[in-house]
Each structure stands twice: as C-alpha cells, then as structure tokens.
C-alpha cells in the first residue's frame, strides 16, 4: 500500500469496503509500547472512521512481537466471528542478532497462520533500526503504520466476505 515518500495513513476513504458489519481483532505487543501504543491508535480509528462500532473490536495484549503469533493463533481459535486480526508490534534494531531472529520468527509465524486458518491476520509490526525510524511510522512524520494495517484489514475481510466465509 504505502511507498517510500507516502504517508502511511492516507487513504481514500470513498475506495474503502463498508466496514460496519466487520469484527476485528487486534493483538498488541506491550514491549515499545510507545510505538505499539501509537500504532494501536491509528488502527483503532480509522476502523471507527470507517463505520466498525467501538464493540467490534477485540484488544488482547501480549508482552512483546515475538508473542504476536501466539496471541494472534489463540484470537483466530477463540472468536470465529472475526474478520480480520492486526497483529502490532515493534522491534528496534540493537547490537545482537535477537533482533533478527525476533522478525523473521514474527514473519513467518503471521504468514504460517494467514495459510492455516481463514480469517486473514494483518502485519503491523514495524522493524526499524533505531527509535526515531519507529516514531515517525507510529503517527509521526511519515504517518501511521496502524491506520495502513486497518486498511488492509477491511478490504481483506471484505475479501473473506466475498469468498463465502
């Protein structure tokens, strides 16, 4: 959706699916809170800007992204009535390899649950390399990262919708 130069949260509203109908589920790292807390908000309101009542969606938190798939695993299995989940979370580039055996264990698990169950799970999970990079995707200069994800999630449940599940 976005590229390099655009601003993650612009969208045309008037190319979005009807969205008040849905059930979303959003899973939120709790580690970088800062970033994950700012990327929850653009999520959040951009799927109320686009018709989702405040009791269509689900938040579960969990301690950090590499959690995310389990959070997310264990969402799809508990409620069948959603949509679409977002996972969120940020992982920040450090001095040791964890950070990329975090995102590419992340990757692979969201991408392992988008084959295994029908009800898509959408990627927010921003994988910079240093804080300022996370703040200006998380509502800062270049946007929000969430209201992108959220974006994703209605047209992928209005996908789902048109498949017949």
């Known amino acids: ?23 979303f589920g959003i899973v939120v790292a709790e580690w970088n809170d800062k ?3 700012g990327l929850y ?12 009542e405040e009791s269509r969606i689900l938040r579960w938190n ?7 798939v389990y959070g997310a695993k264990k969402m799809l299995e508990s409620y069948d009535m959603l949509d679409a989940v977002i996972v969120i979370g940020s992982v920040i580039k450090g001095e040791t390899k964890h950070f990329d055996f975090v995102c590419e264990g992340v990757t692979q ?10 009800t898509p799970v959408i990627f927010c999970v921003l994988t910079d390399n240093n804080m300022q990079q996370a703040i200006d995707r998380s509502g800062g200069k270049h946007g929000n990262k969430g209201t992108e994800a959220a974006i994703a999630a209605i047209k992928m449940a209005q996908l789902r919708q048109n498949a017949g599940f």
């Open 41 to 52: 908000k653009g999520a959040h309101e951009a799927l109320v800007d686009n018709g989702v």
């Open 109 to 118: 698990g969201i991408k392992d649950l988008n084959i295994q169950y029908d």
């Open 1 to 23: 959706m976005a590229t390099e130069g655009n601003n993650l949260s612009d969208y045309d509203k008037s190319a979005i699916p009807n969205a008040e109908k849905f059930r």
């Open 35 to 37: 970033i994950t807390e």
């Open 62 to 68: 969990v301690p950090g992204s590499f959690e995310l």
